[in-house]
């Protein structure tokens, strides 16, 4: 079984910068778009970015011009720069992985999740 790590969640100040990281580990047999998506206490769970195997992405409105989405195909890594962060920025941050398992499944990983707190 894919298991993705992540890491980079911290409690930061108004205006503050955090990058997030994630990276899919054991076997698989390709990673296709990978995403980051997060849920605020009341809220349902959004989509903040993704992007393809490419290098094509994708931004939700709220993020747009703060937040950097990249990945190291080589290292089966995706990560998320996020800048000029906002408290409502606060939220549970998931990674995602669309990947075809070792015996051909189409399969949605998910990341436990690392929590992301910014404070005014």
């Known amino acids: 079984q894919v298991q993705l790590v992540e890491s980079g969640g911290d409690l930061v100040q108004a205006g503050g910068s955090l990058r997030l990281s994630c990276t899919a580990s054991k076997s698989f047999f390709s990673l296709n778009a990978m995403g980051w998506y997060r849920r605020a206490p009341g809220k349902q769970r959004e989509m903040v970015a993704r992007?393809?195997?490419?290098?094509?992405?994708i931004y939700a409105d709220s993020v747009k011009g703060r937040f950097t989405i990249s990945r190291d195909n080589a290292e089966n890594t995706v990560y998320l720069q996020m800048n000029s962060l906002k408290p409502e920025d606060t939220a549970v941050y998931y990674c995602?992985?669309?990947?075809?398992?070792?015996?051909?499944?189409?399969?949605?990983?998910w990341g436990q999740g690392t929590q992301v707190t910014v404070s005014s």
């Open positions: 992007i393809t195997s490419g290098g094509s992405t």
């Open positions: 995602n992985a669309d990947l075809i398992t070792s015996d051909y499944a189409v399969v949605d990983y």
